[in-house]
């Protein structure tokens, strides 16, 4: 199995101390987490988008071109690209200038979003969400394979003369993935045109999120993609990864962040059934407890959705060093486990992407070493 660090820049106070970093300091931790995520053997940091709630993640292409230039090896991805209120020309000419920079590490995850206040905000209505999506990718991935494109929808003026995007992407065009949270669309997107999907797992039970993951790969068969290439990838559960040396301190030092957190949220429709820390713990997608309950929660998991990508989270309420401490944790605790147990062809020689980033000429700057070996 391959590991991500997401970081959708939620800016919020601590529910238990009120403790709040400004907004500068907020951004400069995401740049580095996805430094200290590649030190310790990370295969992708994601940078979400929103706009709107308590979130600072409207601009990823500025937080993933800053994190380009503190990086070399560690893949770059969006978390996810919300393509359904954006531009598809703007789009293919920002992610392509990231892939640039940083020598082609990146892999675009695109969504329709999780927040409903965003369309009225672009000028759009929400019943055209997934049409949005559908119409907009289409374009995307014709702006990122060929050059002199021409091309009319119903969401965009017209492409009247022969197109040509600039930059090129480094080194063909990027791989694009596919988020999945809540509805069967967008994983029938992704299996109709053969590529990977991510699933949420963040707050419903695993069993919702089986039902699209399944949908998915029967749309992905029904349309003779090659089955060796079908990837998948899944979230941790809202709310952070936390590790302690055992489950219950787990609990007992977390628990009530957690709890204070998801009572704060009120989302109607989109409300996590687990409020409390222990039947998070027990039956939801949350990754609390020791490396051990970490470990065992990741294969449960992976027994049932056979994903190859997992992505993690951190605590961003806590305070900074917590934060860097769970992730070193989790980097040298429960990552050899997994990955022992759990193999996978994603980034490797068998994926046709696998080689894109070590094809690109080498940084100018110096090299971390890596805590982990690959």
């Known amino acids: 199995m391959k590991f991500q660090v997401l970081d959708i820049i939620p800016h919020l106070k601590n529910p238990v101390t009120g403790e709040m970093v400004s907004t500068a300091d907020r951004l400069n931790q995401v740049v580095e987490t996805a430094r200290r995520a590649e030190e310790l053997g990370f295969d992708s940091f994601s940078v979400g988008e929103r706009h709107a709630g308590e979130f600072i993640s ?6 993933l071109a800053a994190i380009a230039a503190v990086t070399n090896r560690i893949r770059l991805q969006s978390g996810v690209t919300v393509l359904s209120v954006l531009d598809p ?3 293919a000419e920002d992610y392509a200038t990231i892939d640039q920079l940083s020598h082609g590490r990146l892999e675009l995850v695109i969504g329709k979003g999780n927040e409903v206040l965003q369309y009225p905000l672009f000028g759009l209505d929400l019943v055209d969400q997934w049409d949005l999506l559908a119409e907009k990718y289409e374009l995307l991935r014709r702006l990122w394979q060929e050059e002199g494109v021409t091309w009319s929808g119903r969401f965009r003026p017209e492409l009247t003369e022969p197109t040509t995007t600039t930059p090129r992407p480094f080194n063909g065009p990027p791989r694009i993935w596919h988020g999945s949270a809540t509805t069967l669309t967008s994983a029938a997107l992704a299996g109709k045109w053969g590529d990977p999907l991510f699933t949420a797992n963040a707050i419903q039970p695993r069993e919702n999120y089986q039902v699209l993951i399944e949908h998915y790969r029967a749309e992905y068969e029904r349309h003779g993609h090659d089955q060796r290439h079908r990837y998948l990838g899944s979230g941790s559960g809202a709310g952070g990864v936390f590790i302690a040396d055992t489950t219950q301190e787990a609990i007992r030092q977390f628990g009530p962040v957690y709890e204070a957190l998801t009572a704060n949220r009120n989302v109607p429709g989109n409300n996590t059934p687990f409020r409390d820390i222990e039947h998070a713990v027990a039956e939801g997608p949350a990754l609390v407890g020791s490396p051990e ?35 070193e944790r989790f980097a040298l605790e429960v990552i050899p486990a997994v990955r022992a147990a759990a193999p996978t062809t994603l980034w490797e020689a068998g994926d046709p992407y696998g080689n894109r980033p070590e094809s690109a000429r080498p940084s100018t700057t110096s090299r971390s070493e890596n805590v982990l070996v690959h």
């Open 89 to 91: 020309v703007r789009v």
């Open 58 to 63: 409207s601009s990823p292409t500025t937080v």
């Open 293 to 327: 309950q970490v470990i065992d929660k990741i294969l449960g998991y992976h027994q049932l959705y056979c994903h190859d990508l997992q992505s993690i989270s951190l605590p961003t309420t806590l305070p900074f060093e917590q934060q860097l401490d769970i992730l």
